[in-house]
């Protein structure tokens, strides 16, 4: 099942094509992770968009946190830090998550860039 990062969901949500072409072509679902249901829950500004995020989420997959999915993040971090390429903590988490259910995460995300090497295949970064 292929994952989608916050920055995809967004562009879906607010009606871009590109987006929406993305979203609707995965013959398995749409699935997210708990990260990126965080970030759009904490970001929308209106009752309309709550209630459009709340329908989403009714519908999607989520994948969430479990030991295995903490160690790869934390070595990924690890493996960010040692390299002087720290990201943004919800990423790498995000990151974590697709690597430990072997899936692949669709991002229109550049700090996604640095940790492709770590992630192979299992990450589609799409220019935005």
């Known amino acids: 099942m292929t994952i989608f990062d916050t920055s995809i969901v967004i562009d879906y949500l607010r009606g871009k094509e590109s987006a ?7 013959n ?14 904490k970001g929308y500004r209106t ?11 009714n519908r999607v997959k989520i994948y969430h946190t479990d030991s295995r ?29 697709v690597l430990a259910n072997n899936e692949t995460l669709i991002t229109a995300d550049n ?9 192979g295949q299992g990450l589609v970064l799409l220019k935005p």
């Open 111 to 119: 700090d996604f860039s640095d940790l492709a090497a770590a992630m």
């Open 28 to 41: 398995s679902g749409i699935s997210i992770t708990v990260i990126t249901g965080y970030e759009l829950l």
């Open 69 to 97: 999915s903490m160690r790869i993040s934390g070595s990924l971090y690890r493996e960010l830090k040692n390299n002087g390429k720290l990201k943004n903590e919800a990423d790498v988490l995000i990151a974590g998550i």
């Open 20 to 26: 929406s072409e993305i979203m609707m072509d995965g």
């Open 47 to 57: 009752g309309k968009e709550e209630s459009t995020i709340n329908e989403l989420l």
